[in-house]
């Protein structure tokens, strides 16, 4: 069982590349959701699903794309990447029933933008 | 929109002592959840707590949920240099979504041997 899987694990971009994270679980979970982690600021949410096809914008999502196709996957695409993007990323899903709702986080993708 | 304040920032303690996190929402919670992530690692899920004054303890671990639900906290006893890393509480809030979390900005728990 491998959870919340990511790729790539390091990643660097110049100023304007687009580029796709990836993320797949294999939970069966609903809920999957896209954060950004700088330091002193967090973890703050870019965007999240909560089903196929469903998709919604969280905390910072500007820059940011997604799409929910299939339960498994929720990719976060940068569409012209910039230095303020330089960050950790990290893809999660849940659960999204009653009892225990425990977010399962991918082991993360560091970006740097130059 | 929910905003979640967690203080310290940053704590050190030598190896033996306690360690206290604590955690404020601007909004009423369905739930709190905490999660620990350890340097260069992801946040793992500790424990979740969803009763007004909820106590609950792993071990060396004390989690409290307050009477508002607005505030919770993270009491370490005896600390061990296994217990580095950075503590984040996760609130969910009971008046919206039933999925989003909203994450402190995090403890960063350092312990010297």
């Known amino acids: 069982n491998a959870g919340v899987t990511q790729t790539p694990k390091f990643q660097v971009l110049k100023t304007g590349q687009s580029m796709t994270l990836q993320c797949a679980q294999d939970m069966n979970h609903e809920y999957m959701s896209w954060y950004r982690q700088d330091p002193g600021m967090g973890l703050r949410l870019i965007h999240y699903?909560?089903?196929?096809?469903?998709?919604d914008q969280g905390e910072v999502p500007n820059g940011y794309n997604v799409s929910r196709s299939t339960t498994e996957d929720f990719p976060l695409r940068l569409l012209s990447a910039a230095p303020s993007q330089t960050s950790v990323y990290f893809c999660a899903s849940s659960y999204s029933g009653q009892g225990i709702t425990e977010a399962f986080f991918g082991q993360g993708t560091r970006l740097t933008v130059v | 929109g929910q905003q979640v304040m967690q203080i310290p920032q940053y704590q050190h303690v030598q190896e033996g002592e306690d360690f206290t996190t604590y955690c404020n929402s601007s909004?009423?919670?369905?739930?709190i959840q905490w999660y620990k992530q350890r340097p260069g690692g992801h946040p793992v899920f500790l424990i979740q707590l969803v009763k007004s004054g909820e106590v609950k303890k792993q071990k060396r671990l004390t989690f409290q949920f307050g009477e508002a639900k607005k505030n919770s906290s993270l009491h370490i006893t005896a600390t061990q240099t296994t217990d580095v890393g950075t503590y984040f509480c996760a609130g969910k809030n009971s008046g919206g979504s039933n999925y989003k979390l909203t994450f402190g900005k995090g403890t960063l728990l350092t312990v010297n041997p």
């Open positions: 909004t009423t919670l369905s739930n």
């Open positions: 699903s909560v089903g196929a096809g469903i998709t």
